[in-house]
C-alpha cells in the first residue's frame, strides 16, 4: 500500500470481493505473532502493560476485519 492512512472502508468500496485486504490481514498477523513471542519471553511489568495494550489492539483489528 502505497498510503499507509487509507481506510479500509474506501479499500472495500473499491474492492467488494474483499482481496485488497489480505495484506492487512497478514502483517496483523505477523504483528500478533512477534508481539507474543515477546509476551512469552517475558518483559518487564511496564513493558508487559504496553505489549498486552497492543495485542489486544491487534486483536479487536482482526476481529474488525473479520466482520467486514
Known amino acids: ?3 499507509p492512512f ?3 472502508l474506501d479499500l472495500m468500496d473499491n474492492d467488494p470481493s474483499g ?3 489480505k495484506p492487512i ?3 496483523l498477523l505477523t504483528m500478533n ?3 507474543r513471542k515477546q509476551m512469552d519471553a517475558g ?3 511496564a ?3 504496553k505489549a498486552q495494550a497492543v495485542y489486544s489492539a491487534i486483536q479487536a ?3 474488525i476485519l473479520q466482520k467486514i
Do not use: G, H, Y
Open 1 to 3: 500500500m502505497s498510503n
Open 6 to 8: 487509507i481506510s479500509v
Open 19 to 21: 482481496v485488497s485486504l
Open 25 to 27: 490481514q497478514d502483517e
Open 33 to 35: 505473532t512477534r508481539i
Open 43 to 45: 518483559l518487564e511489568p
Open 47 to 49: 513493558n508487559m502493560v
Open 61 to 63: 483489528a482482526q476481529s
